[in-house]
């Protein structure tokens, strides 16, 4: 079954960390609500089946919304293609819009699960961040969704913030585990060129968190999750049984899935395709019937590399057998030789045909997979 992904490119504001494309005005909701059904038709045999597990609305912020533009959507969704009666359907939320009425509003909508970025529970770390709401606010936005009926909620977490010292994210960490959600994500702060935070490191304005400091937050991560009863599935993600998000899970086996609005990418097996970045430019095109997009035919050296990159990211591993049969027993050797070292290295296992990478492989992922692409 494929997946079906919805960018809503608007936020209220921006946060200093952020460079995923987003708008901050509201100027173009209605109207590129309008263009998204549009583009769901025009691109009605993209996929190759009909079927469709996962439904996820990202962001930006899809929590700015009204009811009724989800419920368009939807109608189109629902009336294109079969959406299977257990699909998991998610939206990203920010904490400030998750009010008892929104949410009890959109509990009559085929949603089952919520995505809430929190990022920090410290409203010095949240300031610095340019985040709209507060700790308690979150705290509350949690309670909130669990109160209108949502028992499938994950949150969004960053450590190594500017200044955070290992017993803060420790703090963090046991706030988080102490919530009642289902699924965690926690990602280390990536300084993207060109935004706020990173002009500020630029200039020497804030304190950053050292590498080793880095590493022991991630293993702290791993540890306080573990004994929480949470499973890490992919370098980032921690589920308990039966919570793993299926959406992301498809991105990682590769599965194909359709991205509609600016922005959004699509994977049909074979190539990419990815949406220009203006919201502008995508309602006018659409209008006119053309899709504003990239696409990239892949090599089957890129077929392989793309495998390689999302099996090795997730504790599921890469099946050798699955390689050999996709790209034959040249790549499976290829793949073999140059894992060795870092099998020797113990940062990573081979056993049953799968290659995993253990925690230490986990922290030097990037450049263990950039060993292993064939270029
Ligand atoms: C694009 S955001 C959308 C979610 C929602 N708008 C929000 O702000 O909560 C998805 C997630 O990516 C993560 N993220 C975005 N930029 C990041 C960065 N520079 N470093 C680490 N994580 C980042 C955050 O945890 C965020 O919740
Ligand atoms: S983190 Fe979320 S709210 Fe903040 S700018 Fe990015 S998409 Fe918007």
Redesign the pocket.
């Known amino acids: 079954m494929s997946g079906i992904y919805i960018h809503i490119p608007f936020?209220k504001t921006?946060?200093s960390y952020?460079d995923?494309y987003?708008a901050v005005s509201a100027q173009y909701i209605s109207a590129l609500v309008d263009t998204i059904g549009r583009e769901l038709k025009l691109r009605e045999n993209y996929l190759p089946d009909k079927k469709i597990g996962t439904i996820y609305f990202g962001?930006?912020?899809p929590s700015l919304l009204e009811k009724k533009y989800f419920e368009q959507i939807f109608d189109t969704i629902y009336g294109l293609y079969q959406v299977d009666e257990n699909a998991e359907i998610t939206f990203e939320a920010?904490p400030d819009d998750l009010t008892p009425a929104y949410l009890e509003g959109l509990r009559s909508l085929p949603f089952n699960r919520v995505s809430i970025?929190i990022q920090s529970f410290d409203d010095a770390d949240l300031q610095r961040l340019n985040r709209r709401h507060t700790g308690a606010e979150a705290l509350q936005a949690v309670k909130n969704a669990q109160q209108a009926g949502f028992d499938n909620i994950s949150i969004d977490l960053i450590y190594g913030l500017p200044y955070q010292a290992l017993q803060a994210w420790e703090k963090q960490l046991d706030t988080a585990l102490g919530m009642g959600v289902q699924h965690i994500s926690a990602y280390g702060l990536t300084y993207e060129e060109g935004t706020p935070i990173w002009k500020r490191r630029e200039s020497r304005e804030i304190q950053t968190v050292d590498d080793d400091t880095m590493t022991d937050m991630y293993r702290l991560l791993l540890d306080k999750t573990g004994k929480a009863g949470f499973k890490q599935y992919e370098i980032s993600n921690f589920a308990l049984q039966g919570c793993r998000s299926r959406h992301n899970s498809s991105y990682w086996k590769q599965i194909p899935y359709i991205g509609l609005g600016p922005s959004a990418h699509s994977f049909d097996g074979t190539s990419r395709q990815w949406n220009v970045n203006s919201i502008k430019e995508y309602i006018s095109e659409i209008s006119e019937n053309r899709i504003p997009a990239e696409r990239e035919e892949l090599s089957l050296s890129e077929q392989y590399n793309d495998f390689v990159m999302v099996s090795l990211r997730t504790t599921d591993g890469l099946n050798v057998c699955e390689l050999e049969a996709r790209f034959g027993a040249d790549f499976k050797r290829f793949c073999l030789q140059n894992i060795k070292t870092f099998i020797e290295a113990e940062k990573a296992d081979y056993s049953d045909n799968v290659i995993r990478l253990n925690t230490d492989g986990f922290l030097v992922s990037d450049m263990i997979i950039a060993e292993l692409m064939k270029v």
């Open positions: 936020c921006k946060c952020c995923f987003s962001g930006g912020t920010n970025g």
